[in-house]
């Protein structure tokens, strides 16, 4: 590839990394943060050989260093989404779950938790993630517990 064409599409990736820098920011409590290079830094594509050989090597750091931003945050943002996705799926099995008692309190107590927990904007994910665990757990527990005629279906 073509010098100059590469950095345009170091460029191009470095601001759709900030974008989802600032997606980040703006939705998770603990968003990784990792520096994004900017390519302009770099200055002008030489003309010289040696020199552009240098810059080249150069580029191909900018290219690692952005892959790693990118592979950070779209892991920060997907593992939020898998949160959430989790949390609703649970929570719909909550609501066809019927409890008496003390069970039934600790459900409403667990889902109450999990759904204030998925809606807060910025999420922490690492709470959101512990209470989605804990309610799936309980859930499991209190299904084999459960004598199949008093279930819900």
Same mark, same amino acid.
């Given at each position: 590839m073509?010098?100059?064409?590469r950095?345009?599409?170091l460029?191009?990736?470095?601001?759709? =990394?900030?974008?989802?820098?600032a997606r980040c920011?703006?939705?998770?409590?603990?968003?990784?943060? #990792?520096?994004i290079?900017q390519v302009?830094a770099?200055?002008?594509v030489?003309?010289?050989?040696?020199?552009? /050989?240098?810059?080249?090597?150069?580029l191909?750091? =900018?290219?690692r260093?952005l892959?790693?931003a990118h592979?950070?945050?779209?892991? /920060?943002l997907?593992?939020?989404?898998?949160a959430?996705?989790?949390?609703?799926?649970?929570?719909?099995?909550?609501?066809?779950?019927?409890?008496?008692?003390?069970?039934?309190?600790?459900?409403?107590?667990?889902?109450? #938790?999990?759904?204030e927990a998925g809606a807060a904007t910025?999420?922490d =994910?690492?709470?959101?993630?512990?209470?989605? /665990?804990a309610l799936q757990a309980?859930?499991?527990?209190?299904?084999?517990?459960?004598?199949?005629?008093?279930?819900?279906a």
């Amino acid at each position: 590839m073509e010098v100059l064409a590469r950095r345009a599409q170091l460029e191009a990736t470095a601001a759709a =990394v900030a974008g989802l820098e600032a997606r980040c920011v703006a939705v998770l409590t603990a968003a990784p943060t #990792l520096a994004i290079p900017q390519v302009r830094a770099l200055g002008e594509v030489p003309t010289e050989p040696a020199a552009l /050989a240098a810059y080249e090597a150069k580029l191909d750091a =900018v290219s690692r260093a952005l892959a790693q931003a990118h592979a950070a945050y779209a892991g /920060a943002l997907a593992a939020r989404e898998e949160a959430l996705g989790l949390a609703g799926a649970l929570l719909a099995e909550a609501a066809t779950t019927r409890l008496t008692g003390a069970a039934a309190g600790d459900l409403a107590a667990l889902t109450r #938790l999990v759904g204030e927990a998925g809606a807060a904007t910025p999420t922490d =994910v690492r709470r959101a993630g512990a209470l989605v /665990a804990a309610l799936q757990a309980y859930l499991t527990t209190t299904r084999s517990s459960i004598p199949p005629t008093t279930r819900k279906a």
